[in-house]
């Protein structure tokens, strides 16, 4: 598999949060899926995900997400990604740095995230 299927999977959860369609996350994450965000218990499940990503891009008046892998390996039906992302909000405020690693698996013959786990890069 080549690494732009994954690359492809990473620009859906931008648009996702560029558009505020976090029904676009069920391409995204497997449907049991883990979110280990900072400060919040974990959450198992797209639905829960995809209610986290809405509530945290309303409070924090996030416009939009970039992602940037830094390194992907690939074993089997799993993978693993680890990356730094920006987060960002108001025109004027400079870009929130975040480092997240993501555990991918196959389903149903696609590429998505199984675990993802990040926190702030300060």
């Not at 505020?20 to 049991?32: C, E, H, K, N, S």
Request: net charge negative; hydrophobic share 45%; proline share 5%.
């Amino acid at each position: 598999m080549s690494n732009e299927a994954f690359q492809n999977i990473n620009l859906l959860f931008e648009k996702a949060v560029a558009e505020r369609d976090f029904g676009i996350l069920a391409q995204v994450y497997t449907a049991g899926a883990r979110l280990l965000s900072p400060g919040v218990p974990a959450i198992s499940g797209l639905g829960g995900i995809q209610d986290y990503w809405r509530s945290a891009a309303s409070s924090l008046g996030v416009t939009r997400a970039k992602l940037h892998s830094l390194e992907l390996v690939v074993t089997g039906d799993r993978a693993s990604e680890v990356g730094r992302a920006e987060i960002f909000t108001t025109p004027d405020a400079p870009p929130v740095p975040l480092k997240y690693v993501v555990l991918w698996k196959q389903e149903g013959g696609a590429w998505k995230w199984d675990v993802d786990c990040w926190n702030m890069d300060a």
